[in-house]
């Protein structure tokens, strides 16, 4: 098995929705870090995303990451 990857900023990765409040979704990415994606509340969840990260996470805040595409999303 691989050791997981750290994402720097502006690497794309792929993304599972996990949670969403009225700010944007929580995410899981392939790596299995954890993130959230502003303006996105929309998104059920599990569904799958390609996403670009914009801010490492911090001591006190999650990975930062945009939302681009939407890969797979499950019929509700």
Known sequence: MSTPVAYERFDACY???VDCCRSGAYL???NGAKAFAYRFAHLFPGTQVLCTVLQPPT???RMLVSIDSVCYAPVC
Do not use: N, R, S
């Open 59 to 61: 001591e006190k805040k």
């Open 28 to 30: 899981v990415l392939d």
């Open 15 to 17: 993304g599972k929705v």
